[in-house]
């Protein structure tokens, strides 16, 4: 497999869209609707939105972008196909994230996550996010796992 390269990706190209279809697959079982904070895609192209996917040749192995927040952003919608995993795709994936964020004037990144997901929560961990609690919009949510880290 060719190495992925990063760019910014429209959500609603069709083979970004099949791997956003692929994540909320995924995650609908996993928690009741009110615990699943899945932005569609006509939220993920607003102009606050930075979003990205991984590409090898023609194929999209992973994607996900933040929101850009007055003094944070938020990570979100963050996901490597099935086929793809063990990569190294995520921390590519949420280092480009990140810089995003510092280049776009964010000091902090903020993510909510599922108590359901122990790779993601160990890939958050490992790139530095510590637990805290909801922030935004969110609330207190025993499915949730709510973090942040300050970007250098």
């Known amino acids: 497999m060719s ?4 760019a910014i990706a429209d959500p609603a190209d069709s083979s970004v ?3 956003i279809e692929e994540l909320d697959q995924y995650m609908i079982p996993l928690y009741p609707a009110e615990s699943n904070h899945l932005l569609d ?5 607003q ?3 930075r979003f ?4 090898a040749g023609d194929q999209v192995m992973a994607c996900g972008g933040c929101w850009l927040h007055s003094d944070y952003a938020e990570i979100k919608r963050v996901y490597v196909s099935l ?5 190294g795709l995520a921390k ?3 280092q480009r994230i990140e810089d995003e964020a510092r280049n776009s004037g964010r000091a902090i990144a903020r993510l909510e996550t599922g108590i359901h997901q122990p790779e993601a929560l160990g890939l958050y961990r490992a790139l530095g996010y510590a637990e805290r609690g909801p922030f935004g919009d969110y609330a207190e949510d025993p499915y949730s796992v709510f973090m942040e880290k300050v970007l250098e």
């Open 83 to 87: 086929k793809a995993r063990g990569l």
């Open 3 to 6: 190495p992925a390269v990063i």
């Open 41 to 45: 895609i006509e939220t993920l192209r």
């Open 52 to 55: 990205f996917a991984a590409y």
């Open 47 to 49: 102009p606050e939105m």
């Open 92 to 94: 590519k994936l949420m």
């Open 17 to 19: 869209r099949v791997l």
